[in-house]
């Protein structure tokens, strides 16, 4: 992969607070024109490694580069070129719609601001808005609007920060399209998140925990990388057997979903003779299954925290 295909590449990135480590060593590499999601607890140091890719922050240890620039020497060009959504709302919510959008054109030097903040309300579908408050908008709208202001002066990379966080589904569903609109424009764009249908919308993904890195790639690849099996077991209230089965002997995981469960681990055959030797009048059927996202994560974590003990 040529350098002109990379986005962001760090190597060792390393931060903290009050003798505190917020970042350890993280290294990572993001492609032009892909959604990378960015998983992780509260505190794990997502916030704050975003922030150094984009220049808020001076590493104290490790190097990197972002959209061909130093992130610790050239960290101004950098910026004119980012569009960074934080968590919390952060435009005039005393403006209009309109408003907003035509002092955020006019701050970039715009030539023709008025023109520029319409043409974006017509693109993220908010014509109808454009008087409106944005403090009276809801947390989707609000949402829509902050990623219409940080994309205006037309950035080569998007950093969302928690981007849909209190917002309902069906707003996530449409904000979730115009970030993908985004990418197959050639927009490269890094997304933190909580939400684990939010990630398997992503390219690729990254699980930070603790300040650091347990894994990244493809989908895919990390659900064969965790090495995992997993039984869906269904029956009523079935989900009283969790803490039974978690001790049985090749259960890694068990997780409960309504009258169903499903057991993880590293050997099927072990998951297979643990559900045939189960003779509680609970269990009606049970059939063989795919670990989840999110069941792959936790075991790469617990594997991950086995080997730093």
Same mark, same amino acid.
């Given at each position: 992969?040529?350098?002109?295909?990379?986005? *962001?590449?760090?190597?060792?990135?390393?931060?903290?607070?009050?003798?505190?480590?917020?970042?350890?060593?993280?290294?990572?590499?993001?492609?032009?024109?892909?959604?990378?999601?960015?998983?992780?607890?509260?505190?794990?140091?997502?916030?704050?490694?975003?922030?150094?890719?984009?220049?808020?922050?001076?590493?104290?240890?490790?190097?990197?580069?972002?959209?061909?620039?130093?992130?610790?020497?050239?960290?101004?060009?950098?910026?004119?070129?980012?569009?960074?959504?934080? %968590?919390?709302?952060?435009?005039? +919510?005393?403006?209009?719609?309109?408003?907003?959008?035509?002092?955020? !054109?006019?701050?970039?030097?715009?030539?023709?601001?008025?023109?520029?903040?319409? !043409?974006?309300?017509?693109? $993220?579908? $908010? @014509? @109808?808005?454009?008087?409106?408050?944005?403090? +009276? =908008?809801?947390?989707?709208?609000? %949402?829509?609007?902050?990623? /219409?202001?940080?994309?205006?002066? /037309?950035? %080569?990379?998007?950093?969302?920060?928690?981007?849909?966080? /209190?917002?309902? &589904?069906?707003?996530?569903?449409?904000?979730? !399209?115009? *970030?993908?609109?985004?990418?197959?424009?050639?927009?490269?764009? =890094?997304?933190?998140?909580?939400?684990?249908?939010? #990630?398997?919308?992503?390219?690729?993904? #990254?699980?930070?925990?603790?300040?650091?890195?347990?894994?990244?790639?493809?989908?895919?690849?990390?659900?064969?990388?965790?090495?995992? #099996?997993?039984?869906?077991?269904?029956?009523?209230?079935?989900?009283? =057997?969790?803490?039974?089965?978690?001790?049985?002997?090749?259960?890694?995981?068990?997780?409960?979903? /309504?009258?169903?469960?499903?057991?993880?681990? &590293? +050997?099927?055959?072990?998951?297979?003779?643990?559900?045939?030797?189960?003779?509680?009048?609970?269990?009606?059927?049970? !059939?063989?299954?795919?670990?989840?996202?999110?069941?792959? =994560?936790?075991?790469?974590?617990?594997?991950?925290?086995?080997?730093?003990?």
């Amino acid at each position: 992969m040529s350098a002109q295909d990379v986005a *962001i590449e760090v190597d060792g990135l390393t931060k903290s607070f009050n003798g505190r480590t917020v970042v350890r060593e993280l290294s990572m590499q993001v492609r032009r024109g892909r959604i990378y999601g960015f998983l992780g607890p509260n505190g794990s140091g997502k916030t704050t490694t975003i922030r150094m890719l984009c220049g808020l922050l001076t590493p104290d240890g490790g190097r990197g580069e972002c959209l061909g620039f130093d992130i610790l020497s050239e960290a101004r060009k950098i910026k004119r070129r980012v569009g960074y959504m934080t %968590q919390r709302f952060s435009l005039y +919510s005393d403006l209009s719609v309109e408003e907003n959008l035509e002092f955020v !054109a006019q701050m970039h030097g715009m030539r023709n601001a008025r023109g520029a903040a319409r !043409a974006m309300m017509s693109r $993220m579908k $908010m @014509d @109808d808005l454009r008087s409106v408050l944005a403090g +009276s =908008l809801s947390g989707g709208w609000k %949402q829509r609007l902050a990623l /219409g202001a940080c994309t205006l002066p /037309g950035p %080569q990379l998007l950093l969302l920060d928690e981007p849909t966080a /209190g917002v309902d &589904p069906k707003a996530r569903r449409e904000f979730w !399209a115009d *970030i993908h609109g985004l990418a197959a424009s050639g927009v490269t764009v =890094l997304v933190s998140t909580h939400y684990m249908d939010e #990630a398997e919308r992503c390219h690729e993904v #990254a699980y930070i925990s603790e300040g650091a890195v347990v894994a990244q790639g493809a989908i895919p690849d990390l659900l064969r990388d965790s090495g995992l #099996a997993a039984i869906r077991l269904v029956g009523p209230e079935i989900g009283d =057997l969790a803490s039974e089965l978690a001790r049985e002997k090749g259960v890694e995981l068990v997780t409960p979903f /309504g009258d169903s469960l499903h057991i993880c681990g &590293p +050997s099927a055959d072990d998951l297979e003779a643990v559900v045939k030797s189960c003779r509680d009048p609970r269990l009606i059927e049970w !059939a063989h299954s795919k670990p989840s996202l999110e069941e792959a =994560l936790t075991s790469l974590t617990n594997r991950s925290r086995g080997m730093r003990a």
